[in-house]
């Protein structure tokens, strides 16, 4: 019996030797592509075009790399850029990974992946490095040699800035989204260009825009305050950016009625027929815009427009402190289709007249404010220019 039972415990043994041999060779065979990692396609991650497959991508992009093998991952390189790893976002079958905002020094257009166990796996891959892109310029009135503000994105140096008129800007400063630069001799109101090794921008602003100005004081129109028309600047006043500007240097009081500019259309002439009718009928399209320079800040009473309307409103759309430039000229944006909304909200819709539009500028509101401020350039302007 003793010896039965060791043979057969012999027995058991040799068929569980073979049961993990065949076993341990079909997990070798059955391995997609014998254990070793490969990529099958690239692809974005948006559920709905899980079928787009890529070859290339822009940076910051969140892509997702979909393959075999892929779970011990360690790194993932584009061109010279180390990506950064989620562990959760890692299995066999997939990596989804963000492609690297930094510009790359050496562009090989490939990824490359690490492995824990010593492996790594090349990919033909395309990061798209951006141009610039260009959203504003702190002042859109800055004078020859002075120093200009652009605010944007992928400024990545070597740098070159065009104004209109063919001119080239000396480049002060460049720091993340933020492009400095001296203002050529002899530059032109129109779009500026900037370029990169990665392509080039134009702006969809001008450079001191002249386009559609509504209310100027070169020369003077309208029913009120001549006496704020700065003319010939002395120490201690703002300097001109553009010819004449206005400036309201004095106490206003709560609810105090001040106005500072405009009138009808037949006492503003002409420059009341400024505001374009497409700007009228798609305000949505535009922009209303204006130079500012607070020497005290902005900080109580409202501001209120008329502009675009055939008639005066009292309840007109609001520009609300607080805003303090602290003594630089700035460029204030407003949609113009917000303002359409308030006019509508308050019982006016805008509708194009070609004898022109009514024009104000009022101080009327809460708080008492010692004000120095100073305005130019009134102008209903495009978002975008198309070529």
């Known amino acids: 019996m003793k010896r039965m039972t060791n ?34 396609y690239i692809r974005v991650t948006d559920p709905g075009s899980s079928d787009s497959l890529i070859v290339s991508a822009s940076q910051g992009a969140l892509i997702a790399i979909i393959g075999e093998n892929l779970g011990s991952a360690r790194q993932i390189w584009f061109n010279d850029q180390r990506a950064s790893l989620t562990p959760t976002y890692l299995t ?18 490939t990824l490359k992946i690490y ?4 492996d790594s796996l090349l990919h033909d891959f395309v990061v798209d490095i951006s141009e610039p892109a260009i959203q504003n310029m702190n002042c859109e009135y800055v004078l020859d040699g002075e120093v200009a503000t652009i605010r944007g994105n992928y400024f990545y140096a070597p740098l070159t800035v065009t104004f209109a008129g063919g001119k080239e800007a000396e480049i002060v400063d460049v720091e ?10 002899g530059a032109q109101p129109g779009q500026i260009t900037v370029r990169s090794n990665f392509g080039e921008t134009k702006s969809d602003f001008w450079f001191r825009d002249n386009r559609n100005i509504f209310l100027s004081s070169d020369p003077f129109t309208g029913w009120w305050n001549q006496s704020y028309v700065v003319s010939d600047p002395q120490a201690g006043d703002p300097i001109a950016i553009n010819g004449n500007y206005i400036r309201v240097k004095q106490m206003i009081s709560g609810w ?42 902005y900080a109580a009473n409202v501001i209120k427009f008329t502009v675009g309307l055939t008639d005066f409103n009292n309840d007109q759309y609001l520009w609300n402190p607080p805003y303090d430039t602290k003594g630089e000229w700035q460029t204030v944006v407003i949609p113009f289709e917000e303002m359409a909304a308030a006019y509508k909200d308050s019982g006016f819709e805008m509708k194009v007249d070609p004898n022109g539009y009514y024009t104000r500028v009022l101080f009327h509101g809460p708080g008492d404010l010692d004000c120095d401020m100073s305005f130019d350039n009134f102008r209903i302007v495009p978002k975008v220019i198309e070529d």
């Open 176 to 185: 993340d989204k933020l492009l400095k630069v001296r203002v050529p001799e």
């Open 256 to 297: 105090q009625w001040n106005e500072v500019a405009g009138g009808p259309p037949d006492a503003m002439g002409d420059i009341s027929k400024n505001i374009p009718d497409e700007a009228i009928l798609n305000p949505e399209k535009y922009n209303f815009k204006f130079e500012v320079n607070t020497m005290k800040p």
């Open 115 to 118: 492995f824990a166990g010593g």
């Open 7 to 40: 043979k057969l415990l012999a027995k058991l043994f040799c068929l569980s030797f073979l049961a993990v041999f065949f076993l341990q060779g079909c997990s070798e065979e059955d391995s997609p592509n014998n254990g070793k990692p490969m990529i099958s």
């Open 92 to 109: 066999n079958e997939s990596i989804l990974v963000s492609v690297p905002s930094d510009i790359p020094e050496h562009i090989s257009n």
